[in-house]
């Protein structure tokens, strides 16, 4: 599993996880598209805000390793925002390659990228 230096770990004042320390022993947690309701938490909403942020600090356009980056944080934002850099895709494995889909994420996360 790669380690990604220098992502932050999660979001800073919070529970909120960005990444794991080491790989589960009982299999790799596989990414799902999870909803984001219209109704979701402020503290939610900040922890998805901040975790685009530093996918785009850290991979920009170019696809990026799975590696260490939290399976459920990325749910959040997989098949819109983050979507598979390869095809075929295999949502269980560590290796797998990701890429963010940059429109969508503007579209969903302008604050991310003003300025940019």
């Given amino acids: 599993m790669l380690k990604h230096r220098?992502?932050?770990?999660?979001?800073p004042g919070s529970d909120f996880h960005f990444t794991i320390r080491?790989?589960?022993?009982?299999g790799v947690t596989p990414l799902t598209r999870r909803e984001r309701y219209a109704d979701r938490r402020?503290?939610?909403r900040r922890a998805d805000a901040a975790f685009m942020a530093?996918?785009?600090?850290?991979?920009?356009?170019?696809?990026?390793e799975r590696g260490n980056l939290d399976a459920g944080r990325l749910s959040w934002l997989f098949g819109r925002e983050v979507v598979p850099?390869?095809?075929?895709?295999?949502p269980a494995d560590y290796?797998?390659?990701?890429?963010?889909?940059?429109?969508?994420?503007r579209a969903a996360f302008p604050?991310?990228?003003?300025?940019i």
């Fill in 85 to 90: 850099a390869e095809d075929p895709f295999d």
């Fill in 54 to 64: 530093a996918l785009w600090e850290h991979f920009g356009d170019q696809p990026f």
């Fill in 22 to 26: 080491r790989p589960n022993p009982k």
């Fill in 6 to 11: 220098g992502f932050p770990g999660r979001l």
């Fill in 95 to 105: 290796e797998s390659l990701l890429k963010i889909n940059e429109a969508a994420a």
């Fill in 111 to 115: 604050e991310v990228f003003d300025g």
């Fill in 42 to 44: 402020p503290p939610d």
